[in-house]
């Protein structure tokens, strides 16, 4: 039997700190993107304050894959991601504790010469990045994972990519942020923002008013909930992402690795993360209906790994039953899901841990110990929005981070940081604008 439930996240954070009533920067949003902004903007000499509804990477910043990851990414990302993992590097010396970073790499294997040609064109990208990503051949990759029985013939491999353990990561990285100076309070939902007209002058808590001229709003999966509370749209979708931890094994590769069908990471624990590498759950909710044709193209590629479900669930982010817009006065969705904590799916679970033994049958049978899943949201383009938002002066975005979240979180954590300050950000970050989705230049998703 596969035990289910909430990540325990092994080190908990409470932050009881009494709530400022005026800031200089209020950040929405207690995952890997919301905590290294208000981090970064604290060291950078702001007065920040975040707010989070339920725990500190309570949702998909502690139930992600943990791989921190410029292999495969969209063109565009690139910059940030190779910042990212800098940044990683420095976290680590700055928390001074053990993120389970682990600088191991990742391979992306190819059971065909097709695949291989396409991993050989991004390698050449990424080469003009200054990345060290290159394809390795059979010999190269038998003499990486000698007990690999899978059909492989080759691979995309990055050395310098990292893992780390989020739900040690996160909440590490929390607890920094407060000692740089950042209140932090969880279990205080943000239900509205305060407007002055559509100047953002703050939010409204559960627990009260905060001022601030700027607010970062990185709420994951809720983020275009709040949004459409003050009537902007955003054309975000989530989908339920299934992972499991299997017993203590041996080592059969020390970093990250996925085929088409399966994906695997080793734990600082001696354990290895397993996913299916695209399979997913999407549950049909009104913003599905209302962003239809915005996903089409994605939908209709992914069709066959996506498992279809009739209704979102009750208080998921795109549930039926959720209000469109509700008081600042009385609890509202947000404190209705303090903690999103959806069932894994375990026909995934089964298979995902057949596929692990027989890919690597001396291992004989790989049980999967520990199932869990998260709501991943994205956006029709499958990179981020890290931008102002046009029709409300004051207010930040940074969401969409397309199940790539963790590794990215500290390089686009940085980055919008310096953006709310009005700090050169140092990248270029037009390729993330807000209003790509309605003044139609947004572009396709990339497929690596
Ligand atoms: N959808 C999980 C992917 C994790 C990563 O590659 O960063």
């Not at 391979?107 to 050989?120: G, I, K, M, V």
């Not at 299997?246 to 970093?255: D, H, I, R, S, W």
């Amino acid at each position: 039997m596969t035990p289910t439930g909430p990540v325990t996240l092994d080190t908990p954070v409470h932050h009881d700190s009494p709530l400022p009533s005026a800031a200089d920067l209020i950040v929405i949003g207690g995952g890997v993107a919301g905590v290294t902004t208000a981090y970064y903007a604290a060291k950078s000499g702001a007065r920040v304050v975040l707010c989070e509804k339920g725990r500190i990477a309570g949702e998909q910043s502690s139930r992600n894959w943990g791989w921190i990851r410029q292999q495969g990414r969209d063109p565009d990302e690139l910059p940030l991601v190779i910042e990212a993992v800098a940044n990683w590097h420095a976290l680590q010396a700055e928390t001074n504790e053990d993120l389970g970073l682990r600088q191991t790499g990742t391979l992306y294997f190819a059971s065909d010469e097709a695949t291989l040609q396409r991993y050989r064109n991004w390698a050449q990208i990424a080469a003009g990045h200054g990345l060290d990503s290159r394809v390795v051949g059979s010999t190269e990759m038998s003499s990486m994972l000698p007990d690999a029985r899978a059909d492989w013939i080759g691979a995309l491999w990055t050395p310098s990519d990292c893992r780390a353990e989020p739900w040690v990561a996160v909440p590490a990285l929390a607890r920094l942020a407060a000692r740089t100076g950042v209140t932090i309070r969880e279990n205080c939902a943000v239900r509205a923002l305060d407007l002055e007209g559509r100047q953002v002058t703050g939010v409204v808590t559960e627990a009260g008013r905060i001022r601030a001229p700027r607010v970062v709003l990185a709420g994951g999966a809720w983020s275009a909930k709040l949004l459409k509370r003050h009537g902007v749209a955003l054309p975000q979708l989530s989908v339920r992402a299934t992972v499991g931890r299997t017993q203590v094994l041996p080592e059969v590769f020390a970093g990250q690795g996925v085929d088409d069908r399966f994906a695997f990471r080793r734990r600082t624990d001696g354990a290895y993360s397993l996913a299916p590498s695209f399979d997913h759950d999407f549950f049909l909710g009104p913003a599905a209906f209302r962003h239809a044709r915005d996903y089409w193209p994605v939908f209709r590629r992914d069709i066959l790994s996506t498992n279809l479900r009739p209704a979102s669930p009750r208080s998921y982010p795109d549930a039926w039953t959720l209000p469109r817009t509700w008081s600042e006065d009385a609890p509202g969705p947000f404190e209705a899901m303090r903690v999103l904590d959806p069932p894994p799916n375990l026909r995934f679970v089964r298979r995902m841990a057949r596929q692990f033994a027989a890919a690597f049958p001396h291992l004989g049978e790989v049980r999967v110990t520990k199932a869990w899943a998260g709501m991943i949201d994205g956006l029709p383009d499958m990179i981020p929005v890290i931008d102002h938002v046009p029709d409300l002066p004051g207010l930040i975005c940074l969401t969409g981070l397309s199940g790539h979240g963790f590794g990215i979180g500290p390089g686009v954590g940085r980055v919008t940081a310096d953006l709310a300050l009005g700090r050169d950000p140092g990248h270029d970050l037009s390729p993330f604008r807000f209003a790509r989705f309605s003044d139609g230049t947004r572009r396709a998703a990339f497929h690596l």
